[in-house]
């Protein structure tokens, strides 16, 4: 396989991400984990940093999920 086809699939696999919002309320954070669990790629939104500490504290999975780039939080401050 040619870096090229490498990239072309992991671009596709990005695009196929699914993103969730609200991952700090109960729906969110039960959607999240059914996601990481059955090993989905997954983009989520928090709104501060102490939420991610938060997320860690609740389920350890989501640090390695962090770490082998299966999770990956975006941080959208309220205004």
């Known amino acids: 396989m040619t870096n090229t ?7 596709m696999l990005l695009m196929r991400s699914p993103l969730y919002t609200e991952v700090t309320g109960y729906i969110g954070f039960q959607t999240l984990t ?20 938060e997320l ?5 999975a989501i640090t390695s ?8 939080l975006a941080l959208v401050p309220n205004f």
């Not at 086809?5 to 671009?11: G, H, I």
């Not at 860690?56 to 350890?60: D, E, N």
Request: aromatic share 2%; net charge positive; charged share 45%.
């Open 65 to 72: 999920a962090l770490a082998q780039d299966q999770l990956e």
């Open 56 to 60: 860690q504290r609740k389920i350890p």
């Open 34 to 53: 059914a996601a990481i669990e059955r090993k989905y790629r997954v983009r989520a939104v928090v709104r501060k940093e102490q939420d991610v500490l």
């Open 5 to 11: 086809t490498k990239d072309r699939e992991s671009e």
